[in-house]
T-cell receptor
Framework: DAGVIQSPRHEVTEMGQEVTLRCKPISGHNSLFWYRQTMMRGLELLIYFNNNVPIDDSGMPEDRFSAKMPNASFSTLKIQPSEPRDSAVYFC??????????????FGEGSWLTVV | AQKVTQAQTEISVVEKEDVTLDCVYETRDTTYYLFWYKQPPSGELVFLIRRNSFDEQNEISGRYSWNFQKSTSSFNFTITASQVVDSAVYFCALSMKDSSASKIIFGSGTRLSIRP
């Protein structure tokens, strides 16, 4: 089975440009997560969706960040305008949320973003 | 508040030594789940194990073993006869059940280096 698929794997962009990261979750999974990883802050949960609905976006750093999940098989994380401090690895992850909770989440390979 | 503490930032051992990675968690929930993930130098996050709060039985998988002790709120990970391929950052994580979806909180990770 295909895992979580993210694109692009690597992106270098100039400050001020719009960046769009894409994610295809594992088929059948109903929860989707966006994480950011930096040396300074480790793994941070930015936002997560359940059944395509955003549940908690308290981790989204500021209004420059937005995330959408128009259907069960696709999500985007957009940064507009981008800044050098946004440079990080952005992971998408998905899980099947059972009623008892404790679902295991599976990560994509990450999108390595560099803003210069 | 929920929190995961991995006090060991970096560990370096010689190949074939046993090594234990510590994980201490905090939660007020009676139902929770604990995880370990591995992040090798290639960057992806690989799921290793999930444990629920009602199952304190230790688990062994090949050279890997996990010791879950609710009395000390710990979920430690031991690698026996370590190999160079075990070199990675290892993350302990905690998940609680909430009303809509389960999100996972990660520790800061322990960087394990296995020297030949």
């Amino acid at each position: 089975d295909a895992g979580v698929i993210q694109s692009p794997r690597h992106e270098v962009t100039e400050m001020g440009q719009e960046v769009t990261l894409r994610c295809k979750p594992i088929s059948g999974h109903n929860s989707l997560f966006w994480y950011r990883q930096t040396m300074m802050r480790g793994l941070e949960l930015l936002i997560y969706f359940n059944n395509n609905v955003p549940i908690d976006d308290s981790g989204m750093p500021e209004d420059r960040f937005s995330a959408k999940m128009p259907n069960a098989s696709f999500s985007t994380l957009k940064i507009q305008p981008s800044e050098p401090r946004d440079s990080a690895v952005y992971f998408c992850a998905s899980s099947f949320r059972a009623s008892r909770g404790g679902n295991t989440i599976y990560f994509g390979e990450g999108s390595w973003l560099t803003v210069v | 508040a929920q929190k995961v503490t991995q006090a060991q930032t970096e560990i370096s051992v010689v190949e074939k030594e046993d090594v234990t990675l510590d994980c201490v968690y905090e939660t007020r929930d009676t139902t929770y789940y604990l995880f370990w993930y591995k992040q090798p130098p290639s960057g992806e996050l690989v799921f290793l194990i999930r444990r629920n709060s009602f199952d304190e039985q230790n688990e062994i998988s090949g050279r890997y073993s996990w010791n879950f002790q609710k009395s000390t709120s710990s979920f430690n990970f031991t690698i026996t006869a370590s190999q160079v391929v075990d070199s990675a950052v290892y993350f302990c994580a905690l998940s609680m059940k909430d009303s809509s979806a389960s999100k996972i909180i990660f520790g800061s990770g322990t960087r394990l280096s296995i020297r030949p």
